[in-house]
């Protein structure tokens, strides 16, 4: 299971580099909030390990959200991860493709994150369990849950145990890796570790529980040795 952390900003960067995936987003606009390609390259500059980068919380517009996946994967990132915040099945497949297409096109190396939310139906979104069959046809690929509103409430407040590991078993017959984020907390490793997802997100977990705070590099490296 690898660690992602998501700093905003190349000093925060410069404090994550214990996790195994260095995340960059934009916390400000969003739970995927998409950061500025010189700030994704200029942390991609820092380390050798795999950069991910945010490109939004998206409704249906597949042009506006290739051209930013192709951006982010442009500036540098490996892994190019976007929010679906639209509900039909249709418009989520082409919003998949067309990100998918926009990275693969010159970069097939990178990997491509199709992210939905915990929280789906407070914000009458998609449902993460119905997007594995999608990533999968689009040949993206990690189906990724995260929390679309961030106040507090977490993964394991919408989603359970069994809920989760059967989204990770699911994806991994179709050949996709699983990514699970949402103010999860140290306690939440015990659990997460029997899910077994290949990645967990946090990033309010490593700023000491408020997630508008700066990230820790000591519990950047706690949670590093945590997961081990
Ligand atoms: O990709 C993971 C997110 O940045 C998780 O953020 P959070 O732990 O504050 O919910």
Redesign the pocket.
Known sequence: MDL?V?PSSVEEAKLSLAADII?V?KPSEGSLGANFPWVISAIKDLTNKPVSAAIGDYEYRPGGAAQGAFGAASAGADYIKIGLMLKDESEAFEMIESVNKAVKWKYPEKTVVIAAYADFERIDTISPMDITKLVAKAGADVAMI??AV?DGKRLFDFLDEKTLTEFTEANRKLGLKTAL????KFEDLDVLKRINPEII?????VCGGD?SAVIREELVQKAIAMVR
Do not use: E, Q
């Open positions: 992602l998501s995340d987003k995260d929390t961030k984020a949402g103010s999860l997100g946090v990033r309010g977990m997630r």
